[in-house]
């Protein structure tokens, strides 16, 4: 993905949003798991869209304020806005994936796990991606995928050990 960056130089965009956001979904998913029982899979869609929505602003604002060769214009805001959108696109995914689980009559947990499983996948996905798209060797891309999905392993770990108590 061939864009333009907020002061007009090319860059690859996309993928490192895309890796963020999805570890931010994980995230967001495990952190909604209260005294182990989780949160309804519907307040689950919501919580997932709004948290990707709140931090894709976020990342908006930094990249537009963190600029100090440029002014701020409706410009370079809408600029940033597309460049980072992929960290709020992240969450969709999951979302939906959680919203289609309990539409098929799955419990609040399986809604969840399924969630999780989706955002780890994405991120690891989103990673071998990114290494392919910059042409890098096997190896790297590999290495990519593997390192993304131990991250997302953590975040299944750390929500297991959450739950459990």
Known sequence: MDTRDTDGEP???GFAGAVYGSLLAASVVAGTVVDGTPISAGDLVIVLICTGVVFWLAHVYALVVSSRTQPLTWQRLRAAGRHDWPVAQASFPPAIC????SALGLSDRAATWVALVVAVAGQAAWAVAAAVTARAPARVVVLSGV???ALGLVIIA????????
């Open 11 to 13: 860059e690859q965009t």
């Open 98 to 101: 959680a919203a289609f689980a």
């Open 147 to 149: 390192v993304n999905l």
């Open 158 to 165: 750390l929500k297991t050990l959450a739950g459990s108590h």
